[in-house]
Each structure stands twice: as C-alpha cells, then as structure tokens.
C-alpha cells in the first residue's frame, strides 16, 4: 500500500487513532496512515464527535496525496 502512486484510490479499514478536529475536518490515523476529512468527504453515519473518536472502527476510502497521507473521499463506521 504504501507504494500507491500519489492520485492513486486507497481503500483501508481498522481503529481511528488520535481523531483531532471538529466535523467534517477530521485528522486521525489508521494502521499507520495519516488521514485527513473535509467537507467533501462523505459520512456514513453523519459525521459527529458521538459518532467518529478514536478507537471506532471505520473504513476509509481516498485518494493518496503528495505527502504519503490519505484525503479520505468516505468514511463508513
């Protein structure tokens, strides 16, 4: 995985780690990787701070930046 070319899809599930921010600008790590939400990243269910903290297990599906981290596209718990 992490010789995914940067534009590349990404896919991963497991435990957010370290969840920092505010809905939907979220920044965590999952088995490793940095991953970063925006607005444009979609829920499921809606993002709240209930509902996306450290531990939760989710998957991210997103495209591979320049800098080795993941903008996550979705988030599904």
């Known amino acids: 995985i992490k010789d995914d070319a940067v534009g590349s899809l990404f896919e991963i599930q497991g435990s957010m780690g ?11 790590s999952i ?4 991953i970063t939400t925006d607005g444009a990243t979609t829920f499921t269910p809606a993002c709240s701070s209930a509902a996306y903290k450290s531990g ?21 718990k």
């Open 18 to 28: 370290g969840v920092k921010g505010t809905c939907p600008s979220l920044t965590f």
């Open 31 to 34: 088995n490793g990787f940095d």
């Open 56 to 76: 939760t297990k989710a998957t991210v599906e997103g495209i591979v930046q320049s800098s080795g981290s993941i903008k996550a596209t979705s988030v599904t």
